[in-house]
């Protein structure tokens, strides 16, 4: 992702769900203009807070698997400070966390305990999955995926 071999300009429209955050929101944006048409489209998620000050439990376990993360808003100055044009935006709907990751995560977690039951290494990864699907359910009005969807200007 950090040095896609492509063309300056090549693209109509970039797609990323759930993973510009490997590169980082703001380096993600500038990085991919290069790579779009005058007038492209970029789309992406992007984890993010969705109202200010949140409970102290699901704040510092963003601090340490997310510490950028930001809100709606700072990511929408982002955006246009990068050269964007804004289209709009959107939060994914809960039901698709629980649908489409956290039941599917949290079924597959059960099966790697029995599997590395005796592997620390392993099981601490796990204890990390199995945390966060609790802090969503704890907390899922404070956080989720956004979709924003920009132009090149």
């Given at each position: 992702?950090?040095?896609?071999?492509?063309?300056?300009?090549?693209?109509?429209?970039?797609?990323?769900?759930?993973?510009?955050?490997?590169?980082?929101?703001?380096?993600?944006?500038?990085?991919?203009?290069?790579?779009?048409?005058?007038?492209?489209?970029?789309?992406?998620?992007?984890?993010?807070?969705?109202?200010?000050?949140?409970?102290?439990?699901?704040?510092e376990f963003w601090q340490t698997n997310y510490p950028d993360m930001k809100t709606i808003n700072d990511n929408l100055q982002l955006i246009e400070m990068s050269g964007y044009r804004q289209i709009g935006h959107f939060v994914l709907h809960e039901s698709s966390w629980w649908d489409n990751y956290?039941?599917?995560?949290?079924?597959?977690?059960?099966?790697?305990?029995?599997?590395?039951?005796?592997?620390?290494?392993?099981?601490?990864?796990?204890?990390?999955?199995?945390?966060?699907?609790?802090?969503?359910?704890?907390?899922?009005?404070?956080?989720?995926?956004?979709?924003?969807?920009?132009?090149?200007?």
């Amino acid at each position: 992702m950090f040095s896609l071999d492509f063309a300056p300009h090549s693209f109509d429209i970039l797609w990323s769900e759930g993973a510009i955050y490997i590169m980082g929101f703001e380096t993600g944006l500038k990085s991919w203009q290069t790579l779009l048409k005058t007038g492209g489209y970029l789309v992406v998620s992007e984890l993010c807070w969705l109202q200010p000050n949140p409970p102290t439990e699901v704040k510092e376990f963003w601090q340490t698997n997310y510490p950028d993360m930001k809100t709606i808003n700072d990511n929408l100055q982002l955006i246009e400070m990068s050269g964007y044009r804004q289209i709009g935006h959107f939060v994914l709907h809960e039901s698709s966390w629980w649908d489409n990751y956290y039941t599917p995560l949290k079924e597959r977690v059960e099966y790697l305990r029995q599997k590395y039951n005796n592997d620390p290494q392993a099981n601490q990864v796990l204890d990390n999955e199995f945390q966060e699907i609790e802090i969503y359910q704890k907390y899922s009005n404070w956080y989720g995926y956004v979709f924003y969807i920009m132009q090149v200007k």
